[in-house]
């Protein structure tokens, strides 16, 4: 049986401002760095083998929480990155998909569709994300591993795996912050999603209420 956790990573200045921050490599926020105390004492006494982590510093920075005191080494693997949105990358989400128009539908009711001009096709990231963990879980055959990445990362992996279907995004909840997902695979490399989107480390003034729909993406979850 082999093993993958996957980690969202903490609270980013991006999740603060309320920007499209994909690709921006925003540091983290205050309360991000409380967040990653108590996910370095949720793995503490996790066997891992291996981590790998997203190049942005903000994955790097919860990678290392993981691994924490232990002598593990930090794998960069650019296949973990969150979707680079082009046209609306590093901006401001509620003007700047209010400005485009059918971009906030789309991203809201059908994110299979979303094509940022510049930016990744989520059909394309979606396919890129399986290999990816797919390849990681070839690579580490009867190991535990971790894998710290994005909202969107995780959104598009448990999407494929709990309903087979990318038309079904959309229904697909979003991870909060520091959230871990356990993903099994057998010797047949068959998966198996154990738990996803967990954050019973976390105490609830840790955990921001945000909606992800672009209609609120100017204020707190409604």
């Known amino acids: 049986m082999t093993e993958i956790y996957m980690v969202r990573h903490c609270e980013a200045m991006g999740n603060v401002k309320r920007i499209f921050q994909g690709a921006s490599d925003l540091d983290i ?15 503490a006494d996790i066997q891992l083998d291996r981590v790998y982590t997203s190049p942005l510093i903000r994955a790097k920075k919860t990678a290392l929480a993981v691994i924490g005191g232990r002598d593990i080494q ?3 693997e650019p296949g973990l990155r969150e979707l680079n949105g082009g046209i609306v990358e590093g901006k401001p989400f509620l003007e700047t998909f209010r400005s485009i128009p059918g971009l906030a539908d789309t991203w809201d009711n059908h994110p299979e569709d979303f094509a940022p001009e510049g930016g990744e ?4 990231a979606y396919e890129r994300i399986w290999n990816t963990v797919l390849k990681i879980a070839k690579d580490n055959k009867d190991k535990t591993v971790a894998c710290a990445t994005h909202g969107g990362v995780t959104r598009c992996l448990i999407c494929r795996l709990l309903t087979g279907d990318i038309k079904n995004l959309s229904k697909t909840p979003w991870s909060e912050n520091t959230a871990v997902s356990l993903i099994r695979f057998d ?14 480390h976390l105490p609830a003034e840790l955990i921001p209420q ?5 209609s609120f993406m100017g204020g707190e979850k409604k």
């Open 29 to 43: 926020s205050e309360t991000g760095a409380k967040q990653l105390e108590y996910l370095k004492h949720r793995f």
């Open 210 to 214: 945000r909606s992800r729909l672009s």
């Open 74 to 76: 930090l794998i960069d």
């Open 187 to 200: 010797d047949d490399l068959t998966p198996t999603v154990a738990y996803y989107n967990d954050v019973s």
């Open 121 to 124: 096709k989520m059909r394309d």
